[in-house]
């Protein structure tokens, strides 16, 4: 009986001892925050997510360079979302079972964060996108967050624009696809309300490459000018060039896609001063130029700056935050977190998150393209004719 | 059943001679892609445990129903379709529009109407609106033979494709639709992950016992006939057309099923999982598992998860490519595949 006991006292002793020196060395050298990143890195939406990979880790290796968070590292792990649910829905749970990551970034794709966000919901882990524009986002939920402004905004700005510009009547292209079609309907909504008349109205599917029929069939409209609304580069930037050769000379706005590098080389001249609303780097932005010359020197080339930046400070709002709460699993405190952060980095100056967890405190600018002889790489063929008129 | 009983003759065979056994067993290639297959799997979940190996598990099971479905019509009737996505697609269409809860008032994108019918209604329907779908088009198909069947169901499947793109007013276009139901028996909802793997292993049982059913018939003895000559049969005074339809149709309700179940278990659908590219991959799985062999489409659906998931853990890779180059050795796995072992990992005869 004695020796049972003292037998007992000393397994217990050994056990508390264990566990000391167990939470101590968990205490003493913790690892790196863990966080992770889903994108769609192959798939339709390739573009966007290489672009916010290179962006976050370059955030990332400034981080650790400059001494990481409170003396601990900042780690990524990156799941390809590719464009879809179900995609988004395995890396997901890869990422939160296999890794047990707290805190997401992503996705690129909203179809992608539409399929994952309802999980994140309910298991409250954090997404946080930095791309993602469908306006059904802003419902998704306490957890979902986003600095991407919502296809919402975009189409509204547009339709202030063309009304600003005395256009009365319009005819609209659009690529069937989520982006695309949430800019042309919002567009849509506020230059009727306006009083403006939608004269003509074509879609078309991804990898259509001759739109020549569809536009011979708008411009018999007779409309005051042509809103394109693309997601793939190559159709935006052939629709302003096989318009232009049918002949048609009156304005043409879009979105941000048909601007892009890819889209001014197929349009070449015809694409000179087309007009796009979106939200875009302010070049009075110091911090915007420096990001910008950063990605320069890591990858050799600049595309999506917008989007960049919104990704590359996505990873600086998730290093401030994990300030704050030190530790990568409280997602709530996370959250709590991004609620309350008001922030100035590379797409603008004191943006916050409103109670839907969209962004608030960033416009869009008109930009307008510049003729050929004009265009350089620092510029991206395009200047920034100021922010978006409000009505 | 008989794969339980070849399994158990196989073990008695073991204890009684390993040494003969050996030698039997050497060069049965089938044996040791089962094994190792199913080795992998296993090894797979045990390592990686829990929560991940279910979604693992659940893909699986979507896909194998699918495979079992479309190597029915490709690898025992030897009609090469690849138009099978596109009942996918209704099958889940007709779930989300169905069971979807979604309001969408307060949302600035387009309205569709909502109809709230629980999973267990609204499963039938799609089933036999997949099924309906394929008579009208099966109909027409049965014109078609060998390499302008593939064509005419391409056409299909982008007919498909962009229907759910463009029929704004019922599958609100690229925006997708959300909040689909999840199954519920009475009070009981299956809203854990296990319990809908559970359900789908259910309803992928129920596919592989009919699908058993049907090739160990005389029906499916015709089917078979059908490929190796079909116009002998018919000089046997069978109407071939007949057959084919009905197995067309039995078929594309298998692979609506599979649709409704994917709708059901993602919640959220968008035209982006029904592109021709998925059917493509759908008819890799069932050539990669092996031609009229329901046993070779379950392994070949296993193969094909278990590569393309673990991929995500191969190591060493720089975070900014890592998607890349999980597909390329994914597509050169495929080849080598092919290459060593054009019939499949089990198949009988290769196209």
Known sequence: MGILSIRRLVGIALLAVMAVVTVGCGEEEKGPFRIGVMESVTGAGETYGTVAVQAKQLAVDEINAAGGINGRMLELIVEDSKCNAQDAITAYNKLTDVDEVKIILGTSCSGAMLGAAPLAEKEGVVMFSGLATNPDIAEAGDYIFRTSLSDATVGVDTGNVLWADGIRNLATINESTDYAEGVRRTTTAQFEKLGGQIVAAESYPSDTTDFRTQLTKILSANPDALHIAAQAEASGGTIIKQVRELGYDGPIYADVVPIGTTALEIAGEAATGVKAITPDLDPANAKAQEVLAAFRAEYDYVTLPWFLGSAYDNVYITAECLKKTGDDQDADGFRDCLYDITWSGTIGVDYSFDEKGEVVGLSNAVLEVLPVAERTEENGGYRVLGAAPTN | ?351
């Open chain 2, 1 to 351: 059943m008989s794969i339980a009983t070849g399994a158990l003759r196989n073990i008695q065979d073991v204890a009684r001679d390993p040494r003969s056994w050996w030698q039997r067993s050497k060069g049965n290639i089938e044996l040791w892609a089962n094994l190792i297959v199913i080795g992998w799997a296993l090894a797979f979940m045990l390592w990686r445990g829990g929560g991940f190996a279910i979604t693992v598990g659940s893909v699986f099971a979507i896909w194998a129903i699918l495979a079992v479905s479309l190597n029915l019509v490709v690898g025992y009737t030897g009609l090469l379709s690849v138009g099978h996505i596109g009942f996918f697609g209704i099958g889940a269409y007709a779930m989300a529009v169905l069971s979807s809860n979604a309001s969408y008032e307060q949302l600035r994108t387009e309205a569709i109407p909502t109809f709230g019918w629980p999973f267990f209604a609204a499963l039938p329907f799609s089933v036999i609106l997949a099924g309906l779908v394929a008579l009208v088009v099966g109909v027409a198909f049965n014109r078609f033979r060998d390499d302008i069947y593939v064509l005419v169901s391409f056409g299909f499947a982008v007919i498909a494709f962009t229907t759910f793109l463009s029929w704004r007013n019922l599958t609100r276009g690229a925006f997708g639709i959300h909040e689909i139901a999840r199954p519920a028996i009475g009070s009981w909802v299956f809203e854990e992950e296990l319990e809908f793997l559970a359900l789908l292993l259910v309803f992928l049982g129920l596919v592989v016992l009919i699908a058993w059913l049907i090739v160990t018939s005389s029906f499916g003895r015709v089917l078979t006939a059908i490929r190796e000559d079909e116009q002998a049969i018919a000089v046997f005074g069978y109407h071939t057309t007949h057959y084919k339809l009905a197995i067309w149709v039995i078929s594309a309700m298998m692979a609506g099923l599979a649709g409704a179940l994917l709708a059901s278990w993602s919640t959220f659908i968008d035209p982006n999982s029904f592109v021709l590219l998925e059917s493509v991959l759908l008819v890799s799985i069932v050539i990669l598992g092996g031609l009229a062999s329901i046993w070779g489409s379950l392994l070949g659906a296993l193969a094909f998860v278990m590569l393309e998931e673990g991929m995500r853990f191969v190591p060493f890779l720089p975070s900014e490519f890592i998607g890349q180059i999980r597909q390329v050795i994914l597509g050169i796995l495929l080849v080598l595949l092919m290459l060593f072992r054009p019939q499949g990992l089990v198949g009988r005869f290769k196209l």
